[in-house]
């Protein structure tokens, strides 16, 4: 689950940027996640800079690795720092993706550049 403050964000919801200036508290947990497992969660704008012209698409807002099954996103190690959204133009989706990782990350270099990202 990912809350801003009080706000549960889910499919469709809007939020003001305002509201996402600090970064969301992010549980991982369900059925499929257990405290064995590790997982890295990223935070992505496909339509940046608009989603009209969406050519600066995916801008990562977060990288967060080693995130324990059942925890807190807080308890990970944080490759990119959290960056609030600030859209320029219009109304833009944002996306949360977690993956379960097969071990630890030892060494993960931070993207140098946050525009153009892609989580494939």
């Known amino acids: 689950t990912v809350h801003y403050g009080p706000k549960q964000v889910t499919n469709g919801c809007e939020i003001k940027p305002s509201a996402t200036v600090h970064r969301p508290n992010l549980q991982i947990a369900g059925r499929h996640f257990d405290?064995?497992?590790l997982f890295t969660l990223v935070m992505t704008d496909p339509d940046a800079p608009s989603p009209s012209e969406p050519n600066m698409r995916e801008w990562l807002h977060w990288?967060?690795?080693d995130i324990p099954g059942?925890?807190?996103?807080?308890?990970?190690?944080?490759?990119?720092?959290?960056?609030?959204p600030r859209p320029p133009?219009?109304?833009?989706?944002?996306?949360f993706v977690a993956f379960r990782q097969q071990d630890p990350m030892v060494m993960m270099m931070a993207p140098q550049v946050r525009h153009n990202f892609s989580t494939r």
């Open 35 to 37: 405290d064995n497992k």
């Open 63 to 65: 990288i967060v690795t």
């Open 70 to 84: 059942a925890a807190d996103a807080s308890q990970g190690r944080e490759i990119v720092p959290y960056m609030g």
């Open 89 to 95: 133009i219009g109304i833009h989706r944002y996306v």
